[in-house]
């Protein structure tokens, strides 16, 4: 798994820039960040986590609270609860429930009332990290995609690059163009390749979100 050093020496060689003499890594870091998002939309990171319910039960213990949860305080979505969960169990007791992503809580709903002694299995996603990236400690994305991500952020910083120029009096305006031109290309690219991956994953019953043409020019689906 690559590093964000490695994503970012990458994204420079793809721009002819690795002396950062046109863009800094500041500038190359937020491009990446912008594909590493939109690559989470169509294909977050599924996960999986135990933890008892000791101290995060209210409402007559059927509403857990996931904010003290670390590893799932920032999900995007659970699919699936075990609970209670006992490691040696052959049959999983699968719960039916509600989740309130902007209150970061679960109301499990009918069947037996979960007390606080028991533990609770949570199937979720969430957002797939860069190791150095913005704290993170390991790279989760699939090794398969990284050249599609590095393709991603070398059309964001040139798409970000271009709206600074055209801002500058000293530029000639048709360098502006090209520089946008040049990226919204690359990220005509990244997107077409991340409709593939969210087809794929569709048809392995993965849900995944249709992403927004860029400009009138990107045909989106019709591609």
Known sequence: MSTLAQIRDRVEQV???????????????????QALAEYNLV?????????SLSGI??????????????????????????????????????RSFEFWREEQKVWIKGGDTPAETETARIFFTKGHTIDDLDSASATTIHDEHETLLVNGAAGHT????????????T???????????WGLSKLQEFRAGLRNVGRAAASRG?????????????????E
Do not use: F, H, M
Not at 43 to 51: I, N
């Open 57 to 94: 039960l209210s409402n007559n213990n059927r509403e857990i609270d996931l904010s003290s949860w670390a590893y799932i305080s920032d999900c995007y979505d659970i699919y699936q609860i075990w609970l209670p969960y006992v490691d040696t169990d052959t049959e999983p007791t699968v």
């Open 15 to 33: 721009l002819a820039d690795t002396g950062n003499t046109v863009w800094d890594t500041d500038w190359v870091d937020e491009g990446i960040r």
């Open 158 to 169: 040139a798409a970000s690059r271009a709206l600074d120029l055209s801002e500058l009096v």
């Open 43 to 51: 294909l977050p990171y599924k996960a999986v986590d135990s933890e």
């Open 206 to 222: 993965v849900a995944w979100v249709e992403l927004p043409a860029l400009d009138r020019w990107d045909k989106g689906q019709g």
């Open 171 to 181: 530029v000639d305006r048709l360098t502006a163009q090209q520089v946008r031109a």
